[in-house]
């Protein structure tokens, strides 16, 4: 079974950049597409950004043009760089794998996540 390891969050100013990461275990990593997902207080947790197996990526309407995602096979480490935040950007960021493409439904047991704050 995958675990997996989310780092990098912290607070941060509006229109500030963070870069996250997920390091995963395991040696079958580069088969699964990932994605990051977050969760903001009272909230239901949403997908933000996914990457497949092969690069190709897509973004949710809230976050494209500002958030990339990208994978490093090697290092088994997924990354998301978030550009612009905004105040509604504030949540806990998790990653995992996706069942189906855009799905919340997820492969993996959820890590503990990492908060990104954003505030003045």
């Known amino acids: 079974q995958v675990q997996l390891v989310e780092s990098g969050g912290g607070l941060v100013q509006p229109g500030g950049s963070l870069r996250l990461s997920c390091a995963a275990s395991g040696n079958r990593f580069s088969i699964y597409a990932m994605g990051w997902y977050r969760q903001a207080p009272g909230k239901q947790r949403e997908l933000v950004a996914a990457?497949?197996?092969?690069?190709?990526?897509n973004y949710a309407d809230s976050v494209q043009g500002r958030f990339t995602i990208s994978r490093d096979n090697a290092k088994n480490t997924v990354y998301l760089q978030m550009n612009s935040l905004k105040p509604e950007d504030t949540a806990v960021y998790y990653c995992?794998?996706?069942?189906?493409?855009?799905?919340?439904?997820?492969?993996?047991?959820w890590g503990q996540g990492t908060q990104v704050t954003v505030s003045s």
């Open positions: 995992n794998a996706p069942l189906s493409r855009g799905s919340t439904r997820v492969i993996f047991d």
């Open positions: 990457i497949t197996r092969g690069g190709s990526t």
